[in-house]
């Protein structure tokens, strides 16, 4: 959907200064753009559950930090994004690959929930099902942090 | 090697210890028991006591704050078993290069706070080996008290990032009973003493709205 260079630039336009990541079959591809990014910061990470704490530990330093991570993993850091998003109340930002979106009738419980599970947590969120949709990101992002409230992009992503 | 059950430093000793080399602007977070010892014997605004908390969450959260705040020192004090639940995250402050934090484990082979059930390590667990093989340039342990003293200024300042584990008795239920300072105000002094763009979420947690 973006290609590196693409996602590299909406993120400095955006100001994020550090993406938190673990990358999944679609957002890998932007690894080189990314850890090339004069103006970004890639801080790879070993499991999900630590991103949040993580990013909430840039936020807490004065910094504008970015999640990136797929929904296997959103499912595996539920308790973190609890602790940080609602206990610490950290307006974080996220960037979430469902995999099998794009896949029509598929079964895939990885994209089943994504949706649902980001309501329950009360996050505001948007899809991004194409390039065109950059405009929407990058307009949702910014109504977050004037809002002053947490929130997550779905990437719409092809079969694993 | 096997480990005489709640055998170590006496915990606030130990701890009183890390607080006697706090250095000035250093930040200091904690989780689980350490949050509710720590603000015990000393407060200051540039403490974080990460309680109640992500188990494993409070590494990555000092590792955010030492990539942020490059200069300043950052310690962050957790407990044994909430490093077993993130010991990927010994991968990942070496991977970060953050040379600016020192992460100490308290380790009593307990679950503390919630009474002090075992945790499924039943031989001492070597910490400060899997720290050294995480890639961490200095990792320490120490089980004295008197070797702790006499060694922890040249331990705490060693080549960063570095791992201190302490081998410690199961905190005195005088510590553990005491509440940790609420974290919505600490964050406020923590962002008022750390300068610069904290915002904190308008959304309210599912709990205080009452749904």
């Not at chain 2, 082979?109 to 009474?115: A, K, P, R």
């Given at each position: 959907m973006f290609s590196g260079p693409e996602i590299a630039a909406t993120l400095a336009e955006l100001d994020f200064t550090h993406v938190v990541w673990i990358p999944d079959s679609a957002t890998g591809p932007w690894e080189t753009a990314l850890a090339a990014a004069p103006a970004l910061r890639l801080v790879r990470v070993c499991?999900?559950?630590?991103a949040w704490p993580l990013a909430a530990g840039l936020h807490l330093g004065g910094q504008q930090p970015l999640v990136v991570l797929q929904t296997t993993g959103l499912f595996e850091s539920g308790d973190a994004l609890r602790n940080v998003l609602l206990d610490m109340r950290l307006p974080l930002y996220a960037l979430i690959g469902v995999r099998s979106e794009l896949v029509a009738d598929s079964r895939d419980s990885a994209r089943t929930f994504a949706e649902p599970i980001l309501r329950a947590w009360g996050l505001d969120c948007v899809w991004l099902r194409a390039a065109a949709d950059r405009t929407k990101f990058v307009e949702h992002v910014r109504r977050c942090r004037q809002e002053q409230k947490p929130g997550a992009a779905l990437l719409a992503e092809g079969p694993p | 090697m096997q480990r005489k059950p709640h055998s170590g430093m006496p915990v606030a000793d130990a701890v009183q210890v890390l607080i006697d080399h706090r250095a000035s602007g250093q930040i200091v977070v904690t989780n689980q028991g350490a949050a509710r010892l720590w603000p015990k014997l000393s407060r200051r605004p540039l403490d974080l006591h990460y309680n109640p908390s992500t188990m494993g969450g409070a590494i990555p959260l000092a590792l955010g704050l030492a990539l942020a705040q490059t200069q300043r020192e950052v310690l962050v004090v957790s407990g044994d078993g909430a490093l077993l639940m993130s010991l990927g995250a010994l991968v990942t402050v070496s991977g970060s290069g953050a040379a600016n934090l020192t992460v100490v484990v308290l380790d009593n082979?307990?679950?503390?706070?919630?009474?002090?059930q075992k945790t499924p390590a039943t031989a001492a667990v070597d910490f400060a080996g899997l720290a050294k093989s995480a890639g961490f340039p200095s990792a320490y342990r120490f089980r004295d008290l008197a070797v702790w003293r006499e060694q922890a200024a040249a331990a705490l300042s060693a080549a960063g990032p570095r791992f201190i584990s302490l081998e410690v008795e199961p905190m005195p239920p005088e510590y553990l009973r005491s509440p940790t300072p609420p974290l919505a105000e600490q964050i406020v002094e923590f962002r008022r003493e750390v300068g610069g763009r904290v915002e904190i979420s308008s959304v309210q947690s599912c709990c205080r709205a009452g749904s």
């Open positions: 499991r999900e559950g630590e | 082979g307990l679950y503390e706070v919630t009474g002090g």
